[in-house]
């Protein structure tokens, strides 16, 4: 009976040994000297948990599928070229990291959405530090979870935007992490379909063909600090709900059709802290319901907030509006939303009693708004005398802006809203 024991014993000290004995090997991919010249040979080499470094140069490589958990790490920023050939990456497996390397050249094709790197069904994936040129899509998460996609430069060079595809592209993925990348020349800098519990944070996402973030079919995500300039248009969130926006500036988003921040369908949300400046419509608002507006800054925008009669019990509040063309605009002939405590740089009223609220409640819709919101050619009467009169008429006397759309309490002064940590 000792014996037996003492084998056991033995056999449970072996396994431990061997379990903990194995230790990750490194491979070395390198354009110089003997040994492996190709990442597509590396990785046939490799057992789970192994790194592989591959060193400067250029590899001419395209169809790269990851079977086995891996670490890849470039040095000196090697390429990997796919020649406009194909998709070069593709991830089956979980708990895989990439860093370091110059991804480029994937090609285009009317079929396929093909990427820098695509992950299908895995999840733990770390895509980081990369540089992705003239890739159709950079990043395609394809049902995959708890990724990470951070301080990767993408940059797209597309002949037009039937021939684009989206710097990061999420599909149908849950608590995935995307922040701190620089994104440009896509046609979405990001595109989230069916993907929740997610955040998007301190990205810059400039000069897209048409959205600089785009949100469809999400909920439970939050995008936090990012900036978005001078796209198509500059944020697209739809038939979502429980959205948070946080602390994010929209700015130079100019075009017929473009807007800083684009909302439709969407509940039970929170735009907060944000800056919008100088877009053609900082926000224009379709079927929303629940939103919560607070501590924005509204500075030098075509439109405001444009606010369409399909919106409801909606809070537009403690806000500032300084130098837009319109503040509010709407089509509606009631209004279902609550406006309070927003600082209206037009506001002339008076404060007697010095609270700092306004005696006198404020009308932010203008006549004029309200009919080049139903006769756009009516714009070239904007600057006129007759406009003007109409205005001040309808403030004394409404009778064309819904009654009930008013701030029955404007700031005296700007305020102060600068996100709490932010140092500014």
């Known amino acids: 009976m000792v014996k037996i024991i003492k084998a056991a014993f033995l056999i449970a000290v072996l396994f431990i040994a061997c ?31 192994d790194t592989i470094i591959i ?12 079977h086995t958990p891996v670490t890849i790490i470039g040095k000196n920023f090697p390429v990997i070229d796919g020649e406009s050939l194909g998709q070069i990456f593709t991830i089956d497996t979980s708990n895989v ?17 093909l990427a820098g790197i695509r992950t299908q069904q895995v999840s733990h994936i770390t895509i980081s530090g990369n540089k992705f040129l003239n890739c159709c899509y950079a990043v395609f998460i394809a049902a995959s979870d708890y990724c990470t996609i951070q301080n990767n430069f993408i940059k797209g060079n597309p002949a037009n935007q039937q021939m684009a595809g989206n710097g990061i592209h999420g599909w149908q ?22 993907v929740q519990g997610s955040t998007i944070s301190n990205n810059h996402s400039y000069e897209n063909m048409r959205y600089g973030l785009h949100f469809m079919f999400n909920d439970n995500n939050r995008f936090v600090q990012n900036l978005f300039e001078n796209n198509g248009s500059g944020v697209a969130v739809m038939f979502s709900k429980n ?12 075009g017929a059709s473009a807007y800083g921040l684009l909302l439709k369908e969407i509940n039970d949300s929170y735009v907060l802290y944000n800056h919008f400046e100088k877009n053609t419509a ?35 509040a403690f806000n500032n509006f300084l130098g837009n063309t319109f503040d509010i605009a709407t089509n509606g002939s009631l209004s279902l939303n609550v406006y309070s405590g927003n600082y209206w740089e037009q506001y002339d009223g008076y404060d007697l009693n010095k609270n700092g609220i306004g005696d006198v409640p404020f009308r932010p819709v203008s006549v004029f708004s309200m009919f080049s919101e139903n006769m756009p050619e009516s714009m070239v009467m904007m600057r006129s005398f007759c406009v003007t009169l109409l205005d ?13 759309l008013i701030d029955n309490s404007p700031m005296m002064k700007k305020i102060n809203n600068a996100y709490p940590g932010s140092g500014t």
């Open 243 to 254: 959205i948070t926006m946080l602390n994010n500036t929209y700015r130079d988003n100019w």
């Open 282 to 316: 900082a926000v224009y608002m379709e079927g929303c319901n629940r939103i919560v507006f607070s501590r924005n800054d509204f500075i030098q925008n075509g439109w405001a907030i444009r606010v369409q009669a399909s919106c409801m019990n909606n809070t537009i």
């Open 55 to 66: 060193s400067a140069g250029i590899y001419k490589e395209h169809g790269i599928k990851i």
């Open 173 to 194: 993925s849950i608590n995935c992490e995307i922040n701190h990348n620089e994104i440009t020349g896509q046609r979405d800098g990001i595109y989230f379909e069916f």
């Open 392 to 404: 001040k008429i309808e403030k004394v006397i409404p009778g064309v802006i819904p009654e009930d």
């Open 97 to 113: 990291s990439i860093s370091g390397l110059i991804i480029q050249n994937t090609g285009f094709s009317s079929m396929d959405d």
């Open 19 to 49: 379990s903990f004995n194995i230790e990750a090997k490194q491979i070395i991919v390198s354009k110089s000297g003997a040994g492996i010249s190709s990442v597509k040979t590396a990785l046939t080499k490799i057992a789970g948990g």
